[in-house]
């Protein structure tokens, strides 16, 4: 069985991931990149789906565990009636190759520490042929395109495993290793372990100091903006929405997707967070994946990307994989990529907008684009979607995405009021007037003078909240107070924040789900925004407290269970922590301090 979602570790290159189990085994990971298939899938189902496990034989065993300072080098310490082992857990950065590093160390007396590898390429339908190296220090493994080689102890096969119990004493290191390639290249050299533990450490360390210092709730910012730079592809700049596919949205239902890919909504919000938090590097480098990916026709605009720019994410169910928990079908791909959402011109306008305001300059092609973008929203502003949640029923005029193609038109009039850029601003201004006009008349329910989900609906959406965020009123205006208080009547469970209410049946799909956690992040900011202080550091300190040992957020948290629930961990849940913190922050008018890490 797989542990809980809250029990995972999340170890990175910035290609690829693979969550760690607070039980020593990876029970997923996908290599070379975020969205290839799963070697280890465990997590979808049982270990014969694939993991690794290193932890010590004994069960009595019991473990501590902790990221090496602000990086993504996990230490675990383990304790037996024999003695004490730390197992130090990497994927080394900036070696340019696909390697998962597992050091063994002896910290006191002799502990015997069980090594087990089950290999199934390709979400598990395939079992690899495997062969011993020819010093029988490791195992060669190919199935199809995919090859392996796993190293550092003798590994003896057993019902399509292969295991090893090594003695570990005290001043004892056993560098377990396992590197990806093509299975069509030779076996690749060995891992020199020593000093790629210094360089990903220093890494990670140098990029976590350039943060600019977070006035409010320090740790947890930083951990967040690290996560957000874990799930961004190095070479690309494109930004994942998470590490996994199909950790279901309630345990055992059909609500699971597949979210190892770019939507441009996460990307632009999470550009957002890093810039305003110093890292303009970022924002070069998203900048460039986007004019890569939406080049071309600008009606082709998609929701969302591969890392590459892909634009073929096409859907479909695994029967190689039984679920988490259950809960089936797993996808791969996501059908969504083929929905209209108007939403998108607005967060890609803003992102462009904030990237201008941090010295970003636009080129040619890149303004030209926006101009392009702006002129297809000329023709389609009032267009029904699919809206942010990317409902499968039917097509609405959702007022978050109203607001959000507001959202573009005012930041292009801006792009040429206060920038100086070329572009018809007066009829911009005049289509932005009349947009505003049309969402104050069918998007408002006037009996209780708030917004609501969508035009012809009473229904409210957490969504909403965003309005405020964007410019589009103010968070203390009266509409916006009682859009706060219907929400707050309609969609608060146990306390947070619920997207909408599925029993609406806008979403066209069967079964319920748990509050989504990005949801009460906006709720927090939004009531630092209006005056809500004390209402706003109650909340966040609760959502503060569902983060696991190691400060990661799921996408959604079922508070009956104490469960995190959904895709892990979640771009949105930590660029919405790093959001609400910073308008805490403001709110309070916290002066900023110089940071200080402690290194061990």
């Given at each position: ?181 093509p299975s069509h290249r030779e076996v690749p050299d060995p ?12 890494w990670w360390r140098d990029w976590a100091s350039r943060c ?89 605009l998609q929701i969302m990307y591969g890392l590459a720019g ?291």
């Amino acid at each position: 069985m797989p542990s809980p979602i809250e029990d995972y570790a999340l170890i990175g290159d910035c290609h690829t991931a693979a969550l760690v189990s607070s039980e020593g085994g990876i029970d997923w990971l996908c290599l070379p990149r975020f969205d290839s298939p799963s070697m280890f899938g465990a997590l979808l189902g049982t270990e014969d789906h694939g993991c690794w496990t290193v932890r010590p034989a004994d069960a009595r065993a019991t473990a501590s565990r902790a990221y090496l300072d602000d990086t993504f080098v996990l230490e675990t310490v383990w304790t037996t009636p024999d003695g004490q082992v730390r197992v130090t857990d990497l994927m080394p950065h900036g070696d340019r190759r696909a390697d998962v590093v597992r050091r063994v160390e002896g910290l006191s007396g002799t502990v015997a520490v069980d090594v087990e590898v089950r290999l199934r390429f390709g979400y598990a339908d395939a079992i690899p042929w495997v062969r011993q190296l020819p010093d029988g220090s490791g195992i060669v493994a190919v199935a199809g395109p995919d090859a392996v080689v796993v190293r550092g102890v003798h590994l003896t096969a057993s019902d399509h495993a292969h295991s090893a119990t090594v003695e570990v004493s005290a001043g004892d290191t056993v560098d377990l290793t396992l590197t990806w390639y093509p299975s069509h290249r030779e076996v690749p050299d060995p891992v020199d372990v020593g000093p790629r533990i210094d360089h990903t450490v220093a890494w990670w360390r140098d990029w976590a100091s350039r943060c600019d210092p977070a006035a409010e709730y320090e740790e947890a910012v930083v951990r967040s903006l690290l996560v957000l730079r874990a799930l961004t592809h190095e070479d690309t700049g494109g930004i994942v929405a998470a590490a996994t596919t199909s950790l279901p949205e309630s345990f055992g239902g059909v609500r699971n997707w597949d979210y190892r890919y770019v939507w441009l909504r996460d990307a632009s919000l999470t550009l957002e967070a890093l810039m305003q938090h110093g890292f303009t590097e970022e924002a070069h480098d998203w900048r460039r994946w986007l004019l890569r990916a939406i080049a071309g026709d600008p009606n082709d605009l998609q929701i969302m990307y591969g890392l590459a720019g892909e634009r073929h994410l096409v859907e479909e169910e695994l029967d190689s994989l039984p679920g988490y928990l259950g809960a089936a079908p797993v996808r791969v791909g996501n059908g969504a990529y083929t929905q209209y959402q108007g939403d998108v011109f607005g967060s890609v306008m803003i992102a462009l907008d904030e990237a201008r305001s941090v010295g970003l300059a636009d080129d040619d092609f890149s303004w030209s684009l926006q101009r392009a973008l702006l002129g297809v929203l000329e023709e389609h502003w009032n267009r029904p979607d699919r809206g942010i949640w990317e409902v499968r029923g039917d097509e609405q005029h959702f007022t978050h995405s109203r607001a959000m193609i507001w959202a573009a038109l005012d930041r292009g009039v801006r792009a040429v009021r206060e920038h100086g850029l070329d572009g018809p601003v007066e009829r911009w201004e005049a289509l932005r007037e009349t947009l505003r006009e049309t969402i104050e008349r069918e998007n408002v329910d006037h009996a209780r003078g708030c917004y609501v989900q969508h035009a012809g609906t009473t229904e409210v959406d957490a969504s909403l909240l965003v309005l405020a965020q964007i410019g589009y009123v103010a968070p203390d205006d009266p509409r916006m107070l009682a859009t706060v208080a219907a929400i707050e009547e309609d969609l608060l469970q146990d306390g947070l924040l619920l997207r909408y209410r599925t029993t609406s049946g806008v979403d066209g799909l069967p079964g319920d789900e748990h509050p989504f956690l990005a949801c009460s992040f906006w709720l927090v900011q939004q009531y630092a925004a209006s005056g809500r202080l004390d209402d706003a550091r109650e909340l966040m300190d609760r959502l503060l407290s569902f983060r696991n040992d190691l400060g990661l957020l799921s996408e959604e948290y079922d508070v009956q269970q104490a469960r995190q629930v959904g895709n892990t961990p979640q771009a949105l849940s930590h660029l919405t922590l790093v959001r609400a913190a910073d308008a805490i922050a403001a709110a309070t008018a916290t002066p900023a301090s110089p940071r200080t890490v402690t290194k061990r």
